[in-house]
């Protein structure tokens, strides 16, 4: 079966230069103008993947990503033609999985098309194997079917990718790891951002896990110290 993947953008010209690199590429495509648009397909058949327009009419595109991702962990790759580094992250704290500035290759989307496709079809896959696992380490709990995370005591609401980076901590507390060994780890080896994605993680996760011993090596990446996660 095709997989679908949805594109909300409303500047018609980009709609179908995407659509016809994807088409290409075996996907079904299903187009539309404006996030109300989206937010229906999203109720009634949602795909399995969005490539989302942040300045739209109407609802704007973080809006919409904040909407599905109360109900869904599916792949947002978010186009714009916003390059500040204010709006790249306010983009992924709203559960973008990946960010792309306009003007941008149709042959570079389609590569993170399918990166995103090849990280969600693997996280199901581990999901269902490992339906009732949880790790423990100190204060912290992940519950990997559900994709939760509680510290102190508390729910923390995460996105993907945080969670993915915990789950990597908290499986090698004490490890130190570089800024790429971690791009490779949660975003894959054919990930085409720079390394600041990873400190943009970190900052976001700091700010939500209170206290959370999350450490920087200098001149090098992080670690999660142990003594302090248990503490």
């Not at 423990?136 to 102190?152: I, K, N, Q, T």
């Not at 390394?195 to 990446?221: H, M, N, Q």
Request: aromatic share 10%; proline share 4%.
């Amino acid at each position: 079966m095709k997989q679908t993947i949805g594109i909300v953008e409303d500047d018609p010209n980009i709609r179908d230069i995407v659509k016809a690199y994807l088409e290409k590429e075996g996907y079904h495509v299903a187009e539309m103008e404006s996030a109300e648009a989206a937010w229906e397909l999203f109720q009634q058949a949602p795909p399995d993947l969005w490539v989302l327009d942040i300045m739209l009419p109407g609802m704007d595109g973080y809006e919409f990503c904040k909407q599905v991702r109360k109900d869904s962990q599916v792949p947002i790759i978010i186009i714009s033609a916003k390059d500040e580094e204010v709006d790249r992250i306010l983009g992924l704290e709203l559960g973008g999985d990946d960010y792309l500035t306009k003007p941008f290759s149709p042959r570079e989307l389609v590569a993170r098309v399918k990166r995103q496709l090849t990280r969600w079809e693997a996280m199901n896959t581990n999901t269902a194997t490992a339906a009732n696992e949880t790790l423990e380490v100190g204060e912290l709990s992940l519950y990997m079917a559900e994709r939760r995370a509680v510290w102190g005591g508390a729910e923390v609401e995460v996105t993907a990718k945080e969670f993915d980076m915990l789950k990597l901590l908290a499986q090698h507390p004490n490890r130190a790891f570089s800024r790429e060994e971690l791009l490779v780890q949660i975003w894959g080896e054919d990930y085409f951002g720079s390394d600041r994605a990873v400190d943009d993680l970190v900052k976001r996760l700091r700010k939500k896990l209170a206290d959370f011993p999350l450490e920087t090596v200098w001149g090098y990446g992080y670690r999660l110290r142990k003594d302090g996660i248990e503490s």
